[in-house]
T-cell receptor
C-alpha cells in the first residue's frame, strides 16, 4: 500500500514569492491534514480537509490556504512568503473519524521549504 | 486549551539500556486521544500508538510499552533494551474526540550509542 506522497520534497523561494505544495493521501483516505514543523514552534496544525471541505483550521494568517480535490489529493499554498515560513510542511492522511473515534494519522516525508 | 509537555529535550543512552520518555498533557475534554510518533532523520512521522481516554490499560508491543495514568495526566513511553535504530525524535500528541487536529509536544531527541 503506497504511503502519503508529498511533492516537492525540497524547494527554495525568496521573500514575497508564493509556493504550492502537493499531497497525495493513501488510497481510500479522504481526510488530509497539514502541519508546519519549525525548530522554534515545533509541530503546529495548519488545516484539515475532508471531502473537499475544510473541517478545521489552525492559528495561521490568511496567507496560508489549502484545498482538496475530488480524488482527495490536497494542495496548500503560502503567498507573500516570509523568512519565518521556512519549515518542514507535513501532510497526513487518515480515514475520517467514525462515531467520534479518531483514527491513525499517516504522515508523508514532508516538503522542506527554505525562504531566502 | 490543550497542551502537551515533553520535558526531556534530549536523552542519550547506551545500547541495551532501558529508557522512558515522559509526556504530560492538559485538556478539559473528557474524551480524547493520545498518540506517540517517531520521527527518524527522513522526516516522516511514524505512528507508534493511539490510546483513548477511557482505556487506561498499559500496552506492550515488543520492546515498546506505554503507561497511561489519567490521575497524573501522563502517557509515558518506555523502550526496553534500546537499539541504535531507536535513535530518533519522539513526539507525544493529543486530540479531542473525533478530531484530527493534533496538539504535539516539543519532542524528545533520543540518541542510542553503540
Amino acid at each position: 500500500k503506497a504511503g502519503v506522497t508529498q511533492t516537492p520534497r525540497y524547494l527554495i523561494k525568496t521573500r514575497g514569492q508564493q509556493v504550492t505544495l502537493s499531497c497525495s493521501p493513501i488510497s481510500g483516505h479522504r481526510s488530509v491534514s497539514w502541519y508546519q514543523q519549525t525548530p522554534g514552534q515545533g509541530l503546529q496544525f495548519l488545516f484539515e480537509y475532508f471531502s473537499e471541505t475544510q473541517r478545521n483550521k489552525g492559528n495561521f494568517p490568511g496567507r496560508f490556504s489549502g484545498r482538496q480535490f475530488s480524488n482527495s489529493r490536497s494542495e496548500m499554498n503560502v503567498s507573500t512568503l516570509e523568512l519565518g515560513d521556512s519549515a518542514l510542511y507535513l501532510c497526513a492522511s487518515s480515514l475520517p473519524p467514525i462515531a467520534g473515534v479518531t483514527g491513525e494519522l499517516f504522515f508523508g516525508e514532508g516538503s522542506r521549504l527554505t525562504v531566502l | 486549551a490543550q497542551k502537551v509537555t515533553q520535558a526531556q529535550t534530549e536523552i542519550s543512552v547506551v545500547e541495551k539500556e532501558d529508557v522512558t520518555l515522559d509526556c504530560v498533557y492538559e485538556t478539559r475534554d473528557t474524551t480524547y486521544y493520545l498518540f506517540w510518533y517517531k520521527q527518524p532523520p527522513s522526516g516522516e512521522l511514524v505512528f507508534l500508538i493511539r490510546r483513548n481516554s477511557f482505556d487506561e490499560q498499559n500496552e506492550i508491543s515488543g520492546r515498546y510499552s506505554w503507561n497511561f495514568q489519567k490521575s497524573t495526566s501522563s502517557f509515558n513511553f518506555t523502550i526496553t533494551a534500546s537499539q541504535v535504530v531507536d535513535s530518533a525524535v519522539y513526539f507525544c500528541a493529543l486530540t479531542p474526540r473525533g478530531g484530527n487536529k493534533l496538539v504535539f509536544g516539543a519532542g524528545t531527541i533520543l540518541r542510542v550509542k553503540s
